[in-house]
């Protein structure tokens, strides 16, 4: 069974940086594309992140560009999402999810992890 | 970047009932698209990829087509428990994006 565990969210001050992680399991997370999409509270889906499956390519949405980071370890089969000079419009629950097909670097997201909830506010 | 557009932002069915959510896509997207379910309180779940494909576990109630650059969501024999938020999700190229949500309510 496929699982994603988010962790590492909470209460941080604006200008401040978290780092989330997503702990893998149930498949080879070698193989697959992983992406981070946030939700504001209330509010639609954004994507945030997307890193290959061997991090050869990496893309950012522009309104996280040159604030966040993500990357993975295979050997850890975990993804994070390093966060800095967080604003208040970075307040959302922040999930990790999985592509659907073996080594593709778009597509569907056929796997989403419980999310974990970061609260940008002084 | 590509905008997906959906509508209706609400809908109210009844049980039994058969409803279509619609997401227009800003340029040709060549079906791919995806269709997403969320409940309150939980993620959202995968239902529908490259536009009329159904994901391993989905009831056969739902189904998607498309029609030039319009995509649908076709939910028949409404249970109750597709009462939920429906995403759609363009993956033909980055940045991905989302459509806004329909709220389906069940009567």
């Known amino acids: 069974e496929v699982q994603l565990v988010e962790s590492g969210g909470g209460l941080v001050q604006p200008g401040r940086s978290l780092k989330l992680s997503c702990l893998a399991s149930?498949?080879?997370?070698?193989?697959?594309?992983m992406n981070w999409i946030r939700q504001a509270p209330g509010k639609g889906l954004e994507w945030v992140a997307s890193i290959s499956s061997s991090s050869s390519y990496i893309y950012y949405a522009d309104t996280v560009k040159g604030r966040f980071t993500i990357s993975r370890d295979n050997a850890k089969n975990t993804l994070y999402l390093q966060m800095t000079s967080l604003r208040s419009e970075d307040t959302a629950l922040y999930y990790c999810a999985r592509l659907g097909e073996l080594r593709r670097v778009r597509g569907w997201f056929a796997y989403w992890g419980q999310g974990t909830l970061v609260t940008v506010s002084s | 970047d590509i905008q997906m557009t959906q509508s209706p932002a609400s809908l109210s069915a009844s049980l039994g009932e058969t409803v279509t959510i619609e997401c227009l896509a800003s340029e040709d997207i060549y079906s791919n698209l995806a269709w997403y379910q969320q409940k309150p309180g939980k993620s959202p779940q995968l239902l529908i990829y490259?536009?009329?494909s159904l994901q391993d576990g989905v009831p056969s109630r739902f189904s998607g087509s498309e029609s030039g650059t319009q995509y649908s969501l076709e939910i028949n024999s409404l249970q109750s428990e597709d009462a939920a938020t429906y995403f759609c999700q363009q993956h033909h190229d980055y940045p991905p994006t989302f459509g806004g949500g329909t709220k389906l309510e069940l009567k």
């Open positions: 490259d536009a009329s």
């Open positions: 149930g498949f080879t997370f070698s193989n697959y594309g």
